[in-house]
C-alpha cells in the first residue's frame, strides 16, 4: 500500500512539473546518471544513482548483495532485475545476488523516481574449476590425464625448451570466465615444475624430466671399392673422394653409432661429369638430424686420355706435370708402386744371398769330399802297387819256382817220353801248362787295372781344378 502511495506520490508530482513553466526533464538511462535542463528562471539538480560494483564474480551457489545510492530525490528506494535468472537471480528490493549456474547475467537496479538506473555484469563460475583434457604437442604423460589427479610428470625431448601448456589445457568452464595462469613452462630443464592456477588458486603441478639426447654420429663410413681421401672420424662431417669417368654410381656403408637412430643416403647415383654431394643422413625419432657429406669428382673422359698420353709420355721425358685435382690420388699409387718394387728387391736379394751361400756351402762340401775321395784314392793305389809288387814278388818267385819245376818237369818229361809215359803223366803235364797260363794272364790284369786307375786319378784331379 505505501508502495503505491509512493508511486501515486511521483506520478502527481511529475504532472505538476510538466504544467509549470520551467520544466526539468530527467530522462537519462545511463550508468548512475541524472539530467535537467533548465528553462525559464530555475533549475533543479540531477538525480544519480550508483552502485557499489560495477563486476561481480560469484562461485556457482554463492551469494553477495549489491548496494545502490540514489542522491539528489527523497526516494532512494529502487528496483532490482535479472538479465539472466537461470545464470543468477537478485531479490528486487534487497540487491542479494545468488548465483545458480556458470554464466552471465546483468543485474539492474532502477531508481523509482524518473528513469534512472545503474547495472552490474555477474559472472557466475563453477563451484569446482577443473582441468576436463590435456593435449599436449610436445612430451607424453607418466599416465593417462584425470582431472581429479593434480600431481603430474611430462618427459620431453632433450631439445624442447618450452611447452605452451596454458594452450593445451581445457576447463569445465569456458577459460575467458576464469582468471587461468601457467607458470614455469619455459626454459625447462630436468626438473623444472609448471604450476597451474585458477583464480589465484594453485590447481594442477606437472614435473619436467628431459630424454637423453640421441647419438646422431656415425661409427662406420665407407665407400666399396674405393678409400675417401679423409680418414673416418665420427666427428668429421665432410670427406672427398675422385673416381674414374665410368664410375656413374658408388656404394655406400654407413652405421649409426646409437640403435635409436636411422641413416639414410642420398646423391650416391647419377653421378655428373665434376663435383657431386653425396648426403648421409642420421636421424631420431624427434626429427633430429645430422648430415654427413662426401665430395665425389667424377673424372671427365678427356681428363682419363691426358693422363694416358701422360703416362706414354714419361718415358721418353724426365718430368711430366699431373693434374692438379689428381695429384694427391696419384702421389699414394705412386707411393703404393715404390712400396711394392722396394719389397720385391728385399725378396730378390734375400733369395740371391740364400742361392750363393747354398753354392759356397755345397762347393765347399764338394771339394772336402774330393778331397777325401783323393786321400782315400792315393791309399787305395799305394795298396794296389804293394799288392802289385807283391804279386809280381810273388809272381817272380812263382816264375823261378815253375820255371824250375819245369826244367825238372821237362827232364822228366822227356825222360818219361822216352820211357813212353803213361796216360795219367799226360794229365799232370797239362795242368802244368794251365798253371802257367793263369799266372800269366793274372799279370796282363793287373797291368790293366794299374792303368785305369791311373786314367781315374787324372779326372779327379782335373775335377779339384775347376
Known amino acids: 500500500m505505501k508502495r503505491k502511495l509512493k508511486q501515486s506520490i511521483a506520478l502527481f508530482s511529475t504532472i505538476a512539473l510538466l504544467m509549470t513553466p520551467g520544466i526539468v526533464w530527467a530522462n537519462d538511462p545511463g550508468q548512475g546518471t541524472g539530467g535537467s535542463n533548465g528553462g525559464g528562471s530555475g533549475a533543479t539538480e540531477k538525480i544519480t544513482i550508483t552502485l557499489n560494483k560495477g563486476q561481480l564474480e560469484l562461485t556457482e551457489g554463492t551469494s553477495e548483495t549489491l548496494v545502490a545510492t540514489v542522491t539528489n530525490t527523497d526516494d532512494t ?14 531479490d528486487s528490493t534487497t540487491g542479494q545476488v545468488t548465483a545458480l549456474s556458470p554464466g552471465k547475467a546483468t543485474i539492474t537496479a532502477k531508481a523509482n523516481v524518473g528513469d534512472y538506473f545503474a547495472q552490474c555484469e555477474v559472472t557466475v563460475i563453477p563451484e569446482d574449476i577443473k582441468i576436463t583434457s590435456l593435449n599436449l604437442t610436445v612430451g607424453t604423460l607418466d599416465k593417462p590425464f584425470n ?5 603430474y610428470t611430462i618427459t620431453i625431448p632433450a631439445n624442447v625448451g618450452t611447452i605452451n601448456l596454458s594452450e593445451a589445457i581445457t576447463l569445465n568452464v569456458d577459460k575467458s570466465k576464469v582468471d587461468l595462469k601457467v607458470t614455469g613452462d619455459s626454459g625447462l630443464v630436468t626438473g623444472s615444475v609448471i604450476k597451474v592456477l585458477i583464480n589465484n588458486v594453485e590447481r594442477y603441478k606437472f614435473t619436467i624430466i628431459k630424454e637423453e639426447p640421441v647419438d646422431l654420429s656415425l661409427k662406420l663410413l665407407r665407400v666399396d671399392d674405393y678409400t675417401l681421401d679423409q680418414a673416418f672420424s665420427p666427428d ?20 649409426a653409432a646409437s640403435s635409436e637412430a636411422s641413416v639414410s ?3 650416391a647415383t647419377a653421378l655428373e ?21 662426401i665430395t665425389v669428382t667424377r673424372e671427365s673422359e678427356s681428363s682419363e686420355e691426358e693422363e694416358e698420353n701422360i703416362v706414354s709420355t714419361s718415358s721418353s721425358t724426365s718430368h711430366v706435370t699431373k693434374p692438379d685435382s689428381h695429384e694427391d690420388s696419384r702421389e699414394d699409387r705412386t707411393l703404393q708402386y715404390v712400396l711394392v718394387s722396394i719389397g720385391c728387391l728385399i725378396l730378390f736379394l734375400i733369395g740371391g744371398f740364400g742361392i750363393y751361400f747354398y753354392i759356397k756351402t755345397s762347393k765347399k762340401n764338394k771339394n772336402n769330399k774330393n778331397k777325401d775321395k783323393k786321400e782315400n784314392t792315393e791309399t787305395s793305389s799305394k795298396e794296389n802297387e804293394q799288392s802289385t809288387v807283391d804279386t809280381a814278388n810273388s809272381s817272380s818267385v812263382a816264375e823261378e819256382k815253375e820255371k824250375t819245376n819245369v826244367a825238372v818237369e821237362d827232364k822228366t818229361i822227356s825222360d818219361v817220353v822216352t820211357d813212353e809215359v803213361d796216360d795219367s803223366q799226360k794229365e799232370r803235364l797239362n795242368d802244368l801248362e794251365q798253371t802257367k797260363e793263369f799266372y800269366l794272364s793274372k799279370e796282363i790284369v793287373q797291368e790293366e787295372q794299374k792303368k785305369k786307375d791311373d786314367v781315374l786319378k787324372d779326372i779327379e784331379e782335373l775335377f779339384d781344378d775347376d
Open 273 to 293: 661429369v665434376g663435383d657431386s654431394i653425396v648426403t648421409v643422413t642420421v636421424s631420431d625419432n624427434d626429427g633430429n638430424k645430422r648430415e654427413y657429406k
Open 265 to 267: 643416403v642420398s646423391g
Open 147 to 151: 582431472s581429479n589427479n593434480t600431481d
Open 236 to 255: 668429421l662431417l665432410n670427406y672427398t673422394l675422385t673416381v674414374p669417368y665410368e664410375v656413374e654410381s658408388i656404394t655406400v656403408q654407413a652405421a
Open 77 to 90: 528506494n529502487v528496483t532490482w532485475s535479472s538479465s539472466d535468472k537461470s545464470i543468477a537471480v537478485v
